[in-house]
T-cell receptor
Framework: NAGVTQTPKFRILKIGQSMTLQCTQDMNHNYMYWYRQDPGMGLKLIYYSVGAGITDKGEVPNGYNVSRSTTEDFPLRLELAAPSQTSVYFC??????????????FGPGTRLTVL | AQTVTQSQPEMSVQEAETVTLSCTYDTSESDYYLFWYKQPPSRQMILVIRQEAYKQQNATENRFSVNFQKAAKSFSLKISDSQLGDAAMYFCAYRSKKSNTGKLIFGQGTTLQVKP
């Protein structure tokens, strides 16, 4: 199993450009998440999804959009990139939210720089 | 809202020695999960250990153990017999049982250096 895969690994954007970060999981997990990690900081939740067709905002959703048309895919869209969106982006998935304390499996991250 | 605080930005330990990383959290809930994640230079987030709040027994995974003090809202990670491969950033994380979303709330992280 590949687990959670993210593409691209690195990307440099100019201010005002748009892009989509791809995330795919092959574990048939219902729950998927997007986090961002700023330098020297913990991860903050951007958006999450509890199943295909259902998404909701996390702590820091401004400037981002998501969709969840399939169980496997959870792309994150950046519109009008800004320097404040320079960060490392992690996608994660888990079997269920609760109960069970199910582990979240993380992708390898995408390092995005906006200049 | 729940918060997680890691007050030690950096720690260092001699190889084969023991080190303890601190984590405190704030919540009004009585049942929840707590996690420690390891992030090596590769950036991959790896689950180290988890604790359920209603379980009084401290979780243990090989050289990793926790000291869970529910009343004090403290959740420290002890690494015994430290190895060079333990060098990484460590994150403490909280997850509500009440909220059916599985969202994790992370602390700021502690960078652990292991000296040979």
């Amino acid at each position: 199993n590949a687990g959670v895969t993210q593409t691209p690994k690195f990307r440099i954007l100019k201010i005002g450009q748009s892009m989509t970060l791809q995330c795919t999981q092959d574990m048939n997990h219902n729950y998927m998440y997007w986090y961002r990690q700023d330098p020297g900081m913990g991860l903050k939740l951007i958006y999450y999804s509890v199943g295909a067709g259902i998404t909701d905002k996390g702590e820091v959703p401004n400037g981002y959009n998501v969709s969840r048309s399939t169980t496997e895919d959870f792309p994150l869209r950046l519109e009008l990139a800004a320097p404040s969106q320079t960060s490392v982006y992690f996608c994660a998935s888990s079997a269920t939210g609760t109960p069970g304390g199910n582990e979240q499996f993380f992708g390898p991250g995408t390092r995005l720089t906006v200049l | 809202a729940q918060t997680v605080t890691q007050s030690q930005p950096e720690m260092s330990v001699q190889e084969a020695e023991t080190v303890t990383l601190s984590c405190t959290y704030d919540t009004s809930e009585s049942d929840y999960y707590l996690f420690w994640y390891k992030q090596p230079p590769s950036r991959q987030m790896i689950l180290v250990i988890r604790q359920e709040a209603y379980k009084q027994q401290n979780a243990t995974e090989n050289r990793f153990s926790v000291n869970f003090q529910k009343a004090a809202k403290s959740f420290s990670l002890k690494i015994s017999d430290s190895q060079l491969g333990d060098a990484a950033m460590y994150f403490c994380a909280y997850r509500s049982k009440k909220s059916n979303t599985g969202k994790l709330i992370f602390g700021q992280g502690t960078t652990l250096q292991v000296k040979p």
